[in-house]
Structures are given as C-alpha cells and as structure tokens.
C-alpha cells in the first residue's frame, strides 16, 4: 500500500467528500463553478516542532493555498503549515 507522507512542513488534509452540488430544482453545479471548500481534516503532517494541530483535526485554511493531489482514488490538499488559519474545536455553550 502507498501513501502520501508530506515532508518540509507540509500538511495533508483529506478532500474527498462528494463534490457533486445540486440546487433544490435539480440543476447540477459542476466543481469548476462552486467555490474550493475552505474546511478539511487533517491526515498527516510532516515533523513539526510545538505544532498546533493534529491528525484528525479540521481546520480552516487561506483560500488559495495549496496543491490538490488525486492519489489513488482520493482527493488531497498538500500545503504549507503556515497556511492554516484555524484549527475547528468543540466548546460549551455558556
């Protein structure tokens, strides 16, 4: 089995959620029109000293950053570290 392993500060976040949008009417809005999701969840990262995110985490990060990968039937976003904005936590309500 073959994986991606990202090295220099890199993470790999996972985009392979089903693209497909449809309007209530039916109409079908292809990838190239909808906008590229700023959330996803974080399935590797290279050796990162005092890193703020780990594997599994979802994170919000900048808009036009990174380089999507298709491997192996799935598809991936490879970016910088410094890229990710936000890491996606669970509070309580006060």
Do not use: C, W
Not at 3 to 28: C, F, M
Not at 77 to 88: G, H, N, S, W
């Amino acid at each position: 089995m073959k994986e991606l392993q990202p090295i220099n500060q890199h993470v790999l976040l996972d985009l392979t959620e089903s693209r497909i949008k449809q309007t209530a009417s039916g109409i079908i809005i292809p990838d190239t029109v909808e906008e590229k999701p700023m959330f996803a969840k974080v399935l590797s990262l290279s050796t990162i000293e005092n890193a703020e995110i780990n594997v599994g985490d979802t994170v919000l990060f900048k808009k036009y950053s990174g380089t999507e990968i298709e491997f192996e039937g799935r598809k991936y976003l490879l970016m910088a570290y410094a890229d990710i904005l936000a890491k996606v936590v669970e509070t309580e309500k006060i």
